[in-house]
């Protein structure tokens, strides 16, 4: 798909998005609310067929952010959806995995990290942490200490 | 009443010798049938990415290196280029083609490592000597340019730290052309074997579907007929510049994983030599004073597929976020694919055709629960050697002799 092709078909889902930018000629934000994220994905996911590269968790002041980041291989441009959770008490978003099993370990490894449940995912066990970690504490939270008490010196 | 039944699991890993890193995958086994395979990674978690948001900008192409020991090229270089992508700069010719040369002969000596490593694992110890001999002389090539076999630390945002001095060219040239010459005369032997063939060939298969979905990437792809590859598809360093062609084979078996590794170790070769001969005078960087707020995507090429890189900057000297996704990250979950439905005796060398450097043959038990018969190491060689000389017998293959080479 060409990169005028892929802007027209991006108009498509215009009405889920808050925003769109482009930095530079290959790399293009995708701006939406946590709860359109689910249904953006799936647009180019399957009806774009754009290759899932990975998703980034991040720990923004206000709120946490989810960015997936999707290439289309025959322009090298990368598309990430930036997906804002606003709810800083109880952070939660719809899993992907279900329709795309390769997010099934990087949304794991996001609710490890960063404390980010995600909704109807099919086997959300730990993945990074250590299995005598303890819980509710998320390495990734900008509040999380970088030592715990035990170890400081 | 309910009636259960334990299924046997055969346990693989985490620890071997040959590994670089530590996995554990747990089989359940239906006689010698893979029935489902569940991967548990982590037992080396080091926390690259919070560390870095503690270095400054040019530290942490230092930290990047040691994610990993065969790809301290392509993590470095991920990295600048999404500073590059945040600050907006340009590097100089001469700096993109030394870049260029350096991955190219990361990409050549681990995939010779990889070929030998699947000679080992088949028991073909042949091919593991003669593919780590030659792989020799070309770290000590990247010793000679940049002091260290690995972890090159040589780039930097804006360029490269080292250069490559005119003088080295020569030697450069004539030690590649050796290689290559090794190269080729190993690849024929390989891909004429009509054991590697019996033994290869229709196992561990990830369709072009499955490829698609679990998103992996690099070689794992290429060998399921799709032809991605970032050194084409978003060129960066002096890929562009260079005549070169992405190999990919349709059957996606470990056969055709193989033969695309040999192929780009031939490509790479004539890669670096065409970069090493169109080297371009000039200055090596550009020098980069402050990095602006902003976001960036870096990607590279490294041997076992995309390296991908986010940074986000808040203006100050440190980056506040940087996720790294290394390509095994979505290689291994394809295992779910491709090892499912596989014999016992497949399932090592089709883990470790994705190339995570990864078997674990020497700790593999084997755990009947039935009868409670435990194999070791020495039993699975034997039982993976007597189905090679089956399927020979089966297809009437001819008695494989050094002097046909």
């Known amino acids: 798909m060409l990169q005028e092709e892929l802007k027209n078909r991006l108009s498509e889902v215009k009405d889920k998005l808050i925003g769109i930018e482009e930095t530079t000629e290959r790399r293009i934000y995708l701006l939406c609310e946590a709860e359109n994220a689910h249904a953006v994905n799936k647009f180019l996911f399957e009806d774009l067929a754009l290759r899932f590269v990975i998703a980034t968790g991040i720990d923004s002041d206000d709120c946490f952010e989810i960015l997936y980041h999707f290439s289309n291989d025959e322009t090298g441009c990368v598309i990430t959806i930036k997906a804002f959770i606003r709810d800083r008490e109880k952070p939660s978003i719809e899993s992907i995995t279900p329709f795309l099993p390769g997010a099934e370990w990087i949304e794991r490894e996001i609710h490890d990290l960063l404390g980010i449940d995600f909704e109807n995912h099919p086997n959300l066990r730990r993945l990074i942490l250590a299995d005598d970690w303890p819980e509710g504490v998320y390495p990734l939270r900008k509040a999380c200490p970088e030592r715990s008490e035990g170890t400081k010196k | ?405």
């Not at chain 2, 038990?365 to 435990?374: C, P, Q, R, Y």
Request: glycine share 8%; hydrophobic share 40%.
């Open chain 2, 1 to 405: 009443m309910k009636k259960t039944m334990q299924k046997p699991i055969l346990a693989v890993g985490p620890f071997h010798p040959l590994q670089e890193e530590m996995e554990f995958f747990q089989l359940t086994v239906d006689g010698e049938i893979v029935t489902d395979i569940d991967a548990r990674i982590s037992y080396n978690h080091r926390g690259i990415e919070k560390i870095s948001e503690t270095l400054q900008f040019d530290q942490v192409p230092f930290l990047v290196s040691r994610v990993c020991g065969i790809c301290s090229a392509s993590h470095p270089l991920a990295y600048v280029q999404a500073v590059e992508d945040i600050v907006g700069v340009q590097p100089p010719e001469r700096a993109l083609y030394v870049r260029t040369i350096i991955n190219e002969l990361e990409r050549v000596h681990s995939h010779m490592l990889w070929v030998g490593l699947a000679g080992h694992f088949i028991g073909y110890d042949t091919v593991f000597m003669w593919a780590w001999k030659y792989r020799e002389p070309v770290l000590d090539l990247l010793e000679e340019i940049t002091g260290n076999r690995n972890n090159y630390g040589n780039v930097k945002v804006g360029g490269c730290r080292e250069d490559i001095p005119n003088e080295l060219k020569p030697k450069i040239l004539k030690e590649l052309d050796g290689v290559e010459k090794k190269t080729e005369m190993l690849t024929k032997a390989v891909l004429d074997d009509p054991i590697l063939h019996a033994r290869l060939k229709g196992v561990g298969v990830l369709s072009k579907e499955d490829a698609i979905a679990y998103a992996a990437t690099g070689p794992t792809v290429r060998g399921s007929g799709i032809a991605i590859d970032v050194r084409q598809d978003d060129p960066y360093a002096a890929y562009a510049d260079l005549d070169w062609n992405v190999i990919s084979q349709p059957e996606g078996d470990v056969f055709a994983k193989t033969v695309v590794r040999l192929l780009e170790v031939l490509e790479s070769l004539k890669m670096a030599k065409e970069a090493v001969t169109k080297l371009p005078d000039g200055p090596i960087a550009t020098e980069v004073k402050e990095i602006p707020p902003g976001e960036g995507c870096g990607r590279a090429e490294a041997p076992r597929g995309e390296t991908f890189h986010y940074v986000r900057s808040d203006g100050g000297n440190r980056p506040i976020r940087h996720k790294i996704r290394a390509p095994s990250y979505v290689n291994v979950p394809s295992f779910k694919a491709s090892c499912i439905g596989q014999h016992i005796a497949d399932v090592t060398i089709t883990l470790a055709a994705v190339d995570p450097c990864y078997s674990c043959t020497e700790r593999l038990a084997v755990v009947d629960g039935h009868n409670n018969i435990i194999h070791d190491y020495e039993t699975l060689l034997q039982m993976s050697r007597e189905k090679t000389a089956r399927i020979k017998k089966e297809i009437g293959a001819p008695e494989f002799k050094m002097e046909d080479i």
